[in-house]
Structure formats: structure tokens, C-alpha cells
């Protein structure tokens, strides 16, 4: 009996410190502390990561950029070390068209600075991505100064443009509104379901 005492008493001991640790851990979670691991991230961590630039532009960070600071810069951060001197002979993808300014632009390869619908999205790639192994390590002045010489080698804009968060956003790309369309999709339905048959007829042709 005296053994049955203590196990039902050891019982009801466990299950009021279960009780208690889930209040706390609805307590934690309300608080943002679930499960007493890290801590809310500042607002300053948030801004930190909150890198993504829309096609307006209105996240643009202040700074400038014209293609002959781009042109250094692609020389000493080790751009053509991967892409080549000219953009066009790296091992990494090139990032000037071979065709001529006239020609098709699907026809002119898969180059960021002619398929990318708006300027914006080379910005926020090469400031996301480059360089290799060191992204996120450029300012705000070289990635302008990068996207302008991109955008000048493959003939839109003229040498003599300065990119800042009020130009870059106005900059016509070649594409226009020639985008690859997509599908309809529904939840529940494949991804991407018959997108082989739908894609925009110039994009097939590649």
C-alpha cells in the first residue's frame, strides 16, 4: 500500500509539473519565447534581411552608379575572374549578347541584363548573389555602378547614364512585356501543369 501511496503520489507530482510547463510554453509562445529558444529578432536584424527590391524601386537604398566605375569594379571584384574580361568568355554564364542589339531579344541568349522585366531585378541580384562566395559584400554605390556597366555592354543604356534609386526604376528593358507566360494554377493541381504546351511561343523556340 505504501509503495502504491508513492507511486500515486509521484503520478500526480508529474502531471502538475507537465500542466505547469505548458502554461509556460503558451506563455513563451504568446511572447515570441516558444520553447525558451531565441529571442525576437530587432528591428535593425529585420532591416538587415529585408533586402528584396520590388520593380518600382521604392526599397532602393540611396547611392549611385555610372558605367565606368562599374567597369573597374567588374575587373578588381573578380567579375571577370568567373565571367570573363569580356562577359562573354568565363566559365561562369556570360553576361553579354553575342546577337546583334537588333535581333530578337529571346533570340539573344539568357543574359539578366536583356530578359530581366524590370532593371531593378538585375540590382537586387547582383546585391543578393555577387559576388561568389562573398554576397552581400558590396555597397550600395558598386552594385549601381555594376548594373550600369551590364546594362551599357548590352546596349540599354548609354554610357554616359548615372543609376540611382530615382533613374535605375525608369530604365526601358528590352523585354518589355514579351515575359514567357505562365499557366492558370488552382491549389491542388500539379505545378506548372501544361506549361510545356502554353509557353510563350518565342521561348520554345529556344
Request: hydrophobic share 40%; net charge positive; charged share 25%.
Amino acid at each position: 500500500m505504501a509503495l502504491l501511496r508513492v507511486l500515486a503520489m509521484a503520478l500526480l507530482m508529474g502531471a502538475t509539473a507537465l500542466a505547469q510547463q505548458a502554461t509556460r510554453l503558451r506563455e513563451d509562445a504568446s511572447s515570441g519565447q516558444a520553447f525558451g529558444v531565441g529571442r525576437t529578432p530587432t528591428a535593425d536584424e529585420i532591416k538587415a534581411w529585408d533586402i528584396s527590391i520590388g520593380p518600382t524601386g521604392e526599397e532602393l537604398p540611396e547611392g549611385r552608379g555610372t558605367v565606368r566605375d562599374g567597369a573597374q569594379l567588374y575587373r578588381t571584384k573578380g567579375c571577370a575572374s568567373c565571367h570573363g574580361a569580356n562577359a562573354i568568355d568565363g566559365k561562369a554564364p556570360i553576361l553579354k549578347s553575342k546577337a546583334p542589339p537588333s535581333a530578337d531579344v529571346w533570340s539573344r541568349g539568357r543574359i539578366l541584363p536583356l530578359r530581366a522585366p524590370h532593371a531593378t531585378t538585375v540590382w537586387d541580384y547582383i546585391n543578393r548573389g555577387m559576388p561568389l562566395n562573398r554576397e552581400g559584400t558590396l555597397t550600395p554605390d558598386e552594385v549601381y555602378a555594376l548594373t550600369a556597366y551590364l546594362l551599357f555592354i548590352n546596349d540599354v543604356i548609354k554610357e554616359d547614364e548615372v543609376l540611382d534609386a530615382t533613374t535605375l526604376p525608369k530604365v526601358k528593358m528590352p523585354i518589355g512585356n514579351d515575359y514567357a507566360s505562365l499557366p492558370d494554377w488552382k491549389p491542388r493541381t500539379p505545378r506548372l501543369k501544361g506549361y510545356t504546351a502554353e509557353v510563350a511561343p518565342k521561348q520554345k523556340q529556344q
